[in-house]
């Protein structure tokens, strides 16, 4: 049965804090296939049964691991302009999760949560990033998609690729999606 993650404070906040740095540094030091509740709570300085009680077993712990490190720590820089916003914004996103460890974070953020919320919570990292990037062209004065849109032309298919596609997948994939969506032309792809 799948647990509600739920952001605490206090004492909560820092077993969840202990028992994440624990997850991070063992899977640095042993491997994920090593990582066992018992060897995460000794580490993170709790008993086994604070984490059977808080995440269930060791998948969705893992996967409220993977979840937490995939969200963005900063705003997506400003470039001047929403074309050049954007395709920085998709280059580093493809970078992040393309990456073997990115990989391996949606792998674990999905099969830690079979109903699908930590799905979402990765989608609304990536829609916050998006509208953080139109708001500021939309302040320009520059036209603009809506969040979703750049969501189905520009996330979806990364996603797709990044996950069922890899082989040959580089930022030139990443400027392209967003020319077509900004029905300009990429000059690195002419």
Not at 11 to 16: G, I, L, N, P, T
Not at 56 to 73: C, I, Y
Request: aromatic share 4%; with cysteine; glycine share 8%.
């Amino acid at each position: 049965m799948s647990r509600q993650m739920v952001r605490p404070g206090g004492r909560s906040a820092r077993v969840q804090a202990s028992v994440h740095d624990a997850v991070r540094a063992l899977m640095s030091e042993v491997g994920r296939d090593a990582l066992t509740v018992p060897l995460v709570a000794q580490r993170a300085g709790v008993t086994p049964s604070t984490i059977y009680r808080r995440w269930g077993d060791l998948k969705e712990l893992l996967s409220d691991v993977a979840v937490e490190r995939l969200r963005p720590d900063t705003a997506p820089r400003d470039q001047g302009d929403l074309s050049a916003d954007l395709t920085a914004w998709a280059e580093q996103f493809l970078d992040e999760m393309a990456s073997a460890s990115g990989r391996a974070y949606i792998r674990d953020a999905l099969l830690g949560d079979p109903v699908g919320r930590n799905a979402g919570q990765c989608s609304a990292y990536a829609a916050e990033q998006i509208d953080v990037i139109l708001g500021r062209a939309t302040e320009r004065g520059e036209d603009t998609p809506d969040v979703e849109t750049v969501v189905d032309r520009v996330v979806a298919p990364l996603m797709y690729r990044i996950l069922f596609r890899p082989a040959g997948l580089d930022g030139t994939y990443a400027r392209r999606l967003v020319a077509e969506l900004l029905g300009t032309t990429d000059r690195d792809d002419r």
